[in-house]
C-alpha cells in the first residue's frame, strides 16, 4: 500500500500520479490535490481510500457511482466539472496548435437523456440487464440513474423479459431505448437472424405486454404499434429502426441554438452535412434552403419525409452519401453561403480537405470527439478560415466525452 498525490485528472477523468521515471499512473474516483491511499501491482492500480479531500470533492448522486461503469465524475463539483469539460477542448486543439478562445460548457440537467443503451445477459437462467461495471462485462443492477430519463429506467422490466427471451447462451445483447412521443422505441442488437424468424411471435406479444412503441432487431421492425417520433424544432420526424438520435433533448436545443445563431442573417443556401435525421437541417430551414447530406439510408427517409410535411419553412432536399468515400468537392460548394457538419467520432478528415479549399464564408463544426474535430478545424484553418467560437456542450453528463460546436470565417 502506497501514500500518492494526484497531480491532475486525465483526460479520461482519472486522477494522475506523476512518478519519478516519467511515466503516469491513473487513480479513478479521485481529484487534483488529494492523497490517496493505493494497491499498485504491476500497471493496475486500486484505490483504497482517500486520505486527504480535495475541496472539489462532492458526495455522488447516484448510490451505484464507483461500480457502474457510466458515470465517471459525479463526485466534482459543478464548477470544476464544467472546467474540466472545456479542458478536454483547450488541451484537444492545443495538440494541433489551435489556441482560439474556447467558451464556458454548456450542461444539460440531470434525467435529460432520452435515449440510452443497457445491457443485456443471462447469469445461469436468470435474465440481467444494466450497465456495465467500468473495464468490465460484469453488470450492475440499476435501482436508479440520475442521467437517463425516469421513462428508461420504467423500461428494465420490459428489457429483462426480452433479454430472458432471446439472450444467447455466451454474450450478450445491446438494448437501446428511445422515448418517443408514440412511447419506448426498443432496438436489440445481438439477436441470431434465425432466433428472429423463430421468435417473432413470443416478441410481438411482449412488445404488447409490456406497451412498447416499436421493437426492432437492429435495423429491422419487428413490430410497430404506433411510430416513434420525436420533434424537431417543432417538426415531427418518425425515425428509423435502430437510427441515431441525439442522446438529450436539452443538448440538441443547445446546439441548434448555437449553429442557427452563427448562420449570416443574408444567407440562402445551407449546406448540413453528416445530417442525420435532420437536427439542424429542420432549423436551418427558417433561415435558408438546406442541402442535407447523410449516408444513412433511414435518416435520409425519416428526414425527407419531415421536411415534406412542414410548413413555413425553406425546402430541404435530402440525399443519401457516403461523405468519407464521396465528399462534397469544391465546384459543389460553390454559391454556397455556410456549411454544418456533424460526422461521426472519426471526424471529416476527407470533407475537410475540400471545405478548406472552397470560398464557403461560414463554417459551422460540431463534434463529439474533440481530438478529430481539433484535426478538421487545423485543416481548414490551414486552408484560410479562421475560428471564430468553440462552445463545449455537456450531452454525457458525468462522463469524459463533450460535444462541441465550433463556428469558422473566411
Not at 126 to 133: A, D, S, T
Request: hydrophobic residues 45%; proline residues 6%.
Amino acid at each position: 500500500m502506497t501514500d500518492l498525490v494526484i497531480d491532475h485528472l486525465g483526460h479520461r477523468g482519472d486522477g494522475v500520479v506523476l512518478q519519478p521515471d516519467g511515466r503516469s499512473l491513473f487513480v479513478p474516483y479521485t481529484l487534483t490535490g488529494e492523497t490517496v491511499d493505493v494497491d499498485i501491482q504491476g500497471g493496475a492500480v486500486r484505490l483504497n481510500r482517500i486520505v486527504t479531500s480535495s475541496p472539489d470533492r462532492i458526495e455522488p448522486l447516484c448510490r451505484h457511482f464507483g461500480a457502474c461503469g457510466g458515470c465517471l465524475l459525479q463526485h466534482v463539483a459543478p464548477a470544476p466539472y464544467a472546467a474540466f469539460k472545456r479542458r478536454l477542448v483547450v488541451d484537444a486543439l492545443a495538440d494541433r496548435g489551435l489556441a482560439p478562445e474556447v467558451g464556458e460548457t454548456r450542461i444539460v440537467p440531470p434525467h435529460s437523456r432520452r435515449r440510452a443503451t443497457f445491457a443485456g445477459i443471462m447469469a445461469g437462467r436468470h435474465p440481467l440487464v444494466g450497465f456495465n461495471e467500468r473495464g468490465s462485462h460484469r453488470l450492475v443492477s440499476l435501482d436508479e440513474c440520475p442521467v437517463v430519463k425516469p421513462q428508461l429506467l420504467a423500461a428494465l422490466p420490459a428489457l429483462t423479459a426480452l433479454t430472458g427471451l432471446v439472450a444467447p447462451r455466451k454474450g450478450g445483447l445491446d438494448l437501446t431505448v428511445t422515448l418517443t412521443t408514440g412511447g419506448l422505441d426498443v432496438s436489440v442488437a445481438g439477436i441470431a437472424a434465425r432466433d428472429v424468424d423463430r421468435l417473432r411471435l413470443p416478441l410481438i406479444e411482449l412488445a404488447a405486454r409490456f406497451d412498447l412503441a416499436r421493437l426492432s432487431a437492429g435495423s429491422e421492425a419487428i413490430v410497430e404499434r404506433r411510430h416513434a417520433t420525436v420533434t424537431i424544432d417543432g417538426v415531427a420526424v418518425t425515425l428509423s429502426p435502430g437510427g441515431f438520435l441525439q442522446a438529450s433533448e436539452e443538448a440538441e436545443a443547445i446546439m441548434g441554438e448555437l449553429v442557427t445563431a452563427a448562420i449570416p442573417a443574408k444567407a440562402k443556401r445551407v449546406v448540413d452535412l453528416f445530417s442525420g435525421v435532420g437536427t439542424f437541417a429542420l432549423r436551418l430551414a427558417r433561415l435558408a434552403e438546406v442541402l442535407a447530406v447523410e449516408g444513412e439510408a433511414g435518416a435520409v427517409v425519416a428526414l425527407d419525409r419531415a421536411a415534406r410535411g412542414m410548413t413555413g419553412r425553406h425546402r430541404i432536399t435530402a440525399e443519401k452519401r457516403d461523405l468519407a468515400r464521396r465528399p462534397l468537392i469544391e465546384k459543389e460548394l460553390e454559391k454556397i453561403d455556410a456549411v454544418v457538419f456533424d460526422p461521426p467520432r472519426a471526424g471529416a478528415a476527407e470533407q475537410s480537405q475540400w471545405l478548406a479549399r472552397s470560398k464557403v464564408p461560414t463554417i459551422v463544426a460540431v463534434s463529439c470527439n474533440p481530438a478529430t474535430l481539433s484535426r478538421d478545424l487545423r485543416t481548414l484553418v490551414d486552408g484560410g478560415y479562421h475560428i471564430e467560437t468553440v462552445t463545449p456542450v455537456d450531452q454525457f453528463l458525468w462522463s469524459s466525452h463533450v460535444e462541441v460546436v465550433a463556428v469558422l470565417r473566411r
